[in-house]
């Protein structure tokens, strides 16, 4: 699967125009679409995160710094969270589930990302220095 086509469809503006069809179109099919629109809106912001690489970015698409810290942080708990609290309709835990492998991967990207930065930008190792 191609990543770039999968952030395309988990992005704000699909999550979006899934709220527009509920709230203002009223339209059936998107009845109790709510979870829907916050796992798009969890993935958009955690693909912006990971791919936060200009200097010049706002929000959640900015670099990871000790400044902007109390910013991404607690999102970055809260998507670990949920994914790890996903289920299935059948009450599987998706991350126990056959086909567990991108969600895992993304539970180890969240907790990779924390680590990393506690080692790079708050150590105060000389070796690192």
């Not at 912006?48 to 710094?65: E, H, M, R, T, V």
Request: contains cysteine; charged residues 25%.
């Amino acid at each position: 699967m191609k990543v770039k086509l999968a952030v395309q469809i988990l992005s704000s503006s699909v999550a979006d125009s899934n709220d527009y069809c509920r709230e203002k179109l009223k339209l059936s099919q998107f009845t109790n679409s709510e979870a829907t629109t916050k796992f798009i809106r969890i993935c958009d912001r955690l693909f912006d995160i990971f791919n936060s690489n200009n200097i010049f970015g706002k929000n959640f698409k900015a670099p990871l710094s000790l400044k902007n810290e109390q910013f991404w942080r607690p999102f970055l708990d809260e998507a670990f969270h949920y994914i790890k609290n996903l289920k299935l309709s059948n009450g599987t835990y998706i991350v126990k589930a056959q086909r567990k492998t991108g969600f895992l991967g993304m539970l180890t990207l969240i907790a990779t990302t924390n680590n990393v930065f506690e080692c790079t930008i708050k150590c105060k190792d000389p070796l690192l220095e």
